[in-house]
């Protein structure tokens, strides 16, 4: 406001309340703005809100029915989950598996001898391989500590260690890989880190070395065919023996492996012969004499019931090796019938702790047998060392499905069940069952949430509609602000078709028969639970449920869902006309109804533009009827001011006349 100061503040006069008085009257257009520019805002602000709800709505709708739906999501329940458990991706088939874990896979885990406090570590380049992994890095020497701590931060993850306390005065060293599988061996290199291995007693030179069987066949053999890779192929028939030149003892731990592939053969069509036309029978021969002829008769075979010969036998035989040994052959394990590659691996000490060689019989009428490496070995060994303490030894994990043994190189197992992803925990004789199944949990809590979220926008609209505050007494799940809120907006777009259009349409879509492909009896929300309810509770009518809200029957959904899961989907969402695209069905309706509101240029989004343009308008307004105001003020002030002056001098030149009358008397 002005600066301008009124004199005479002590005239009875009161300019500044008649000012102000004044003023309150130039004002009242500006109060009417400021009242039109709350309304714009609070008109704004409850789009806004209805805006937020429709779009989660939408968000809702098209969560059941898009790629993302619920449906396709899948669990898997193990039947005992400390020996295995599972994941399973969006669409894994649903089944039920059984399998035996005959073995968890494990990684290498060594300890040394004790060793004293001032045992030293010695300096040098220390090289240590994982597999087919090598981490190398210098030491310049010293105690066994700050040698652990130099592994843990230059192991790359790959290799760990600590030192363990095993009594006042000495301790143990621990020294792990953390890649499990036989492939992932721990190996110390030459050097710095096989010498500390060895002077610790962490490794220990070998009482074996491996052995590679020459895929030479033995004398007598047939049927085999030699590759240029070095490979064998047992040919269909084929039988002989692969000499194991000298014989291998068993030293408790060596083992018999073989790398091998089935090779398929194209079945031959068998077409049975026609029968033999038999032995031929000579003419008939006859004789004359007098004149007379006389004719013997023709002479006839009896032919035996023409029998076709049998087709020939498709023979499918998976025992096709046996260890050769002292006294007698050893069947190994059978193959699998599969044309993947494939290993036989066998502990020696169970085909009799000998062997001289390994015989082979493909009796198989359609397939050869490639065989690619033969070797018998100790799978502690490391070159020409061995673990003295190990802990733990790297292995494969062995399971079992469908009767088959299954190796692979880690206990997280993601290629045998498509889309589920295995992981082993722990080993057991019994078989583990896993059930991969629909997640009914999370489809229940999708609907459920589908359902609050459309009752929230169904009381929005009725509150913004409705002048009866029943409509939110009845709403108990409100909050203390929510409902002071709702007290606010009550009745605020009372008699707005297009909200009052909007609550009516969306209630038909909840009620509206649906087209579903796997059972063409369900077809309304209501048959899975989901419905108005708006019947009479003790012969009264609940008016609370006219307003379009639905509730759900958990034990009738959960039945449907039990027993129709596909049914359901389709309520939701379906493909109508084979285009591969969704294009009927509650959620896909909900959501298309919902969108024009809701996007970019929909139809809220023009209502808040609106509502934009209103308020910076009617900001302007009021930004320019103050300053107007403030001169008007200013005007008041100084037209009061000058009068104010004008008595004061009328004032003084009566005082000084009436001073001059007194004193000529």
Do not use: C
Request: glycine share 8%.
């Amino acid at each position: 406001m002005s600066d301008v100061t009124i004199p005479g503040v002590n005239s009875s006069l009161n300019t500044d309340s008649i000012v102000s008085k004044l003023m309150e009257l130039e004002r009242i257009p500006l109060t009417r703005k400021e009242g039109e520019l709350d309304t714009y805002k609070n008109e704004k602000t409850i789009w806004q809100e209805l805006s937020r709800k429709l779009t989660k709505l939408e968000d809702m709708s098209r969560g059941l029915y898009g790629s993302n739906n619920p449906f396709n999501e899948r669990i898997v329940e193990s039947s005992n989950e400390r020996v295995l458990t599972a994941t399973a991706e969006r669409g894994a088939l649903e089944q039920e598996k059984e399998i035996t874990v005959i073995k968890k896979a494990s990684a290498d885990r060594f300890l040394s001898d004790s060793i004293s406090e001032d045992f030293e570590a010695p300096s040098g380049t220390y090289t240590f391989t994982v597999g087919d992994e090598e981490i190398d890095f210098n030491f310049r020497g010293g105690s066994i500590n700050r040698l652990v701590e130099r592994i843990n931060s230059r192991g790359r993850d790959l290799i760990r260690a600590q030192i363990i306390k095993d009594s006042p005065d000495t301790s143990v060293m621990l020294i792990e890989s953390t890649k499990e599988g036989a492939e992932n061996k721990l190996g110390f290199g030459e050097g710095a880190a096989q010498d500390l291995a060895i002077s610790s007693g962490i490794i220990k030179r070998s009482s074996s070395s491996m052995r590679e069987v020459a895929l030479t066949p033995a004398p007598g053999a047939s049927g085999t065919v030699s590759n240029d890779d070095g490979s064998i192929t047992l040919k269909s028939g084929a039988s002989g023996k692969f000499a194991v030149t000298p014989p291998v003892q068993d030293n408790g731990k060596m083992v018999v492996e073989i790398e091998l592939k089935i090779n398929n053969l194209e079945e031959e069509s068998w077409t049975a012969p026609a029968p033999p036309p038999g032995p031929g029978s000579p003419d008939a021969s006859s004789i004359s004499y007098g004149g007379i002829s006389i004719m013997n008769s023709g002479s006839s075979v009896t032919l035996p019931k023409w029998q076709p010969p049998v087709p020939p036998e498709n023979i499918k035989d998976m025992d096709v090796f046996f260890a050769s040994g002292t006294n007698a052959q050893k069947g190994l394990p059978a193959l699998r019938d599969s044309s993947q590659p494939q290993k036989i691996t066998v502990n020696l000490a169970d085909i009799g702790g000998r062997i001289d060689g390994i015989v082979f019989k493909n009796n198989n009428t359609y397939r050869e047998i490639t065989v690619s490496n033969i070797k018998i070995y100790d799978p502690d060994a490391r070159g020409d060392w061995e673990p003295a303490r190990a802990i733990d030894k790297a292995s494969n994990s062995v399971v079992k499905v469908d009767g088959i043994e299954i190796t692979r190189n880690s206990n997280t197992i993601d290629d045998l069940i498509p889309g589920v992803t295995l992981t082993v925990k722990g080993e057991d004789e019994e078989p583990v069952d896993l059930k991969i199944s629909p997640d009914d949990e999370m489809i229940k809590d999708s609907i459920i949430n589908f359902v609050g979220t459309y009752n929230r926008i169904q009381a929005e609209l009725s509150i913004l509609t409705s002048t009866d505050g029943a409509v939110i007494s009845e709403l108990d799940y409100f909050t203390a602000d929510e409902t002071e809120t709702a007290k606010k907006n009550l009745g605020y777009f009372q008699g707005d078709s297009s909200l009052i259009q909007m609550k009516s349409r969306l209630q038909m879509l909840m009620m509206e028969p649906y087209s579903t492909d796997t059972d063409e009896t369900l077809k309304l929300l209501s048959q899975i639970g989901i419905s108005t309810n708006s019947g009479g509770f003790g012969g009264g009518v609940n008016s609370a449920k006219l307003r379009g809200y639905i509730e759900i029957n958990e034990d009738k959904l959960d039945n449907v869902l039990a027993t129709n899961l596909t049914g359901v989907k389709d309520l939701f969402g379906i493909d109508t006309n084979d285009d591969l695209i969704i294009d009927n069905g509650a959620a896909f309706k909900t959501q298309e109804f919902i969108h024009p509101y809701t996007s970019t240029n929909g139809i809220i989004a023009f209502r808040l533009t609106s509502l934009d343009s209103r308020i910076d308008r009617t900001q302007r307004d009021i930004a320019n009827y103050e300053l107007k105001l403030e001169d008007k003020e200013a005007e008041l002030k100084n037209k009061y001011a000058t009068m104010e002056g004008n008595i004061n001098s009328m004032q003084s030149s009566t005082n000084a006349l009436r001073n001059l009358g007194n004193n000529n008397n």
